[in-house]
């Protein structure tokens, strides 16, 4: 064994018993968390928070899924039944332990995994073996590894006198993000040192600049050499009268013939404000953040903020929402029939207009009651209102029509008609709207247009699988109009001449594919 080898075991690293990100820099990430950044910033997890984009995108993703609804199920047959007495459910719905809530509880684990990679809470069972609490514990006093003889996973925590306990994994609730071994998350933090202290210096050179307020902008020229003395005095004078935001534009009173030349502002200066924009981007890369939801509201629209907070719901919150579900039915779940699911059809809900219009289908249609949409709305349930409508056409295959029947087919046809006309409307009109705005770039910057071809299209692709719910329609139609569509502007010589046709074909053909998928 190497010294270096010893010295980690000495203070409780096993470089051998180590999975994933911890092999290497393993004494660096043992005394500060994190590492030096090329840019000469130390960035570790608590240094990163300093950053707000940083801490932006772990707390709205933490806060988001701590306030999500989260029950415990059980499957009777096709249906299933919340369990609102189940003890579980009481540990995630209103407090794990007797110190915290379930909001703080979640909101800190999950903020713990999208930090670290990990995080970890102790297991509290009754001598039932059944869980009454759940206690946090903070990643960089876990190092879980795998036993030698049992090969289980078990988890080394430790305290605050010093000592170390060991856990086995059901007495541990482990939730882990990204990581190859399929135990241990990567350190987010540690793999995006780079593009987190670049924004770390960035911020620090804007205070120093503004500061300062005497950086190299002027100089003042003499006629003649200044003794020792005056020279002192004039940088005095300067600090004490001039520097600082407070004293930016005083007036300057020059002696001895003094004369002051304006020195142009350096190029790295001037893309000061380009640097941190992209380095908001930056960040949000790393937690699949839609930059609107931290407040960088550039490329946002009336139009595709909806579009946006679904694409958000669905690819940043749905993974973690898993992740939380499966664990906790893991190993807090004895029943194999039970299940937890977290409720996110409020953040899915659209505007008003939408949202009743998708009820009247779904109530017309007979697959939603009263009662049903009024629990949606979050309203109290009315007298009579579990009942359902049945359409006066639809009868058991084989049976023979009646002459009414054959009327009221007639009459459902149309309407059928009507609801993929103004559903490819609406999937036609977003996609203009976004195209026409868009479309003067392409000409300039070809790469910049089909990177932005690729992120509409798929924020598209989102919004007409919604929009085509009602017609039982999905992945598959929404994949074949936004590949045609994207294939005819990528291909195109001219894309502002396509986007012109398109405007006159108008939604025909997105119409024509809908009903291909029908038949």
Excluded at 51 to 72: G, K, S
Excluded at 247 to 267: F, Q
Excluded at 281 to 292: D, G, L, Q, T, V
Excluded at 431 to 451: F, G, I, N, Q, T
Aim: charged share 25%; glycine share 8%.
């Amino acid at each position: 064994m190497s010294v270096l080898d010893r010295i980690a075991r000495w203070f409780g690293y096993d470089k051998r018993a180590a999975t994933t990100t911890d092999r290497a820099g393993w004494f660096v990430d043992w005394a500060g968390g994190g590492g030096t950044s090329v840019s000469g910033i130390a960035v570790n997890n608590d240094k990163a928070l300093t950053l707000a984009v940083a801490y932006a995108c772990i707390r709205n993703i933490a806060e988001d899924i701590a306030t999500l609804p989260l029950h415990v199920y059980t499957r009777d047959g096709t249906a299933r039944v919340v369990q609102s007495e189940h003890p579980v459910t009481r540990l995630l719905a209103v407090s794990p332990n007797p110190d915290m809530t379930a909001m703080s509880f979640r909101t800190a684990l999950t903020g713990h995994v999208l930090g670290w990679g990990n995080a970890y809470a102790e297991i509290q069972r009754n001598i039932a073996g059944e869980p009454v609490a759940l206690w946090p514990i903070k990643p960089d006093r876990v190092r879980p590894f795998r036993d030698s003889a049992s090969k289980a996973v078990m988890y080394e925590v430790s305290l605050d006198d010093g000592k170390r306990i060991q856990l086995n994994s059901r007495a541990v609730l482990h939730l882990a993000g990204l990581g190859f071994d399929g135990v241990v998350g990567y350190n987010v933090i540690r793999y995006a040192r780079e593009s987190i202290g670049l924004g770390l210096a960035t911020e620090q050179f804007g205070n120093r600049f503004f500061g300062n307020g005497l950086h190299p902008g002027v100089i003042i020229k003499y006629p003649h050499a200044l003794g020792e003395k005056q020279r002192i005095n004039m940088r005095r004078s300067l600090k004490e009268n001039h520097q600082g935001l407070q004293n930016a534009y005083d007036g300057l009173i020059l002696e001895e013939g003094g004369d002051v030349v304006k020195l142009a502002i350096a190029p790295e200066e001037a893309q000061f404000l380009e640097t941190r924009k992209f380095s908001v981007s930056e960040i949000c890369r790393w937690f699949r953040m839609p930059p609107h939801k931290v407040a960088d509201l550039e490329k946002a629209s009336y139009s595709n903020i909806e579009e946006e907070n679904i694409w958000y719901v669905i690819n940043t919150l749905t993974p973690w929402m898993v992740r939380w579900e499966q664990e906790i039915a893991r190993k807090l779940l004895a029943d194999p029939a039970e299940y937890v699911r977290h409720n996110a059809d409020g953040l899915l809900r659209g505007n008003i207009k939408s949202r009743y219009e998708a009820y009247a289908i779904g109530r017309n249609w007979g697959w939603l009651s009263v009662n049903e949409v009024r629990e949606k709305e979050d309203m109290n349930p009315v007298p009579d209102g579990d009942g359902r409508l049945m359409p006066l056409n639809m009868t058991p295959l084989g049976r023979q029509q009646s002459e009414s029947a054959a009327g009221a087919a007639h009459s459902n046809d149309d309407l059928l008609h009507k609801m993929v006309a103004d559903c490819a409307r609406r999937i036609y009109g977003a996609d203009m709207a976004e195209l026409e705005r868009h479309a003067k770039y392409a000409a300039s910057s070809p790469v910049k247009w089909a990177e932005w071809l690729s992120a509409h299209y798929e924020r598209q692709r989102a919004f007409i699988v919604q929009t085509l719910a009602p017609l039982n329609l999905g992945h598959e139609v929404a994949s074949a109009i936004t590949s045609h569509r994207m294939r005819l502007l990528v291909e195109s010589h001219d894309a502002a001449a396509v986007v012109v046709s398109l405007r006159i074909l108008g939604p025909a053909a997105i119409e024509d594919e809908i009903w291909r998928h029908l038949r």
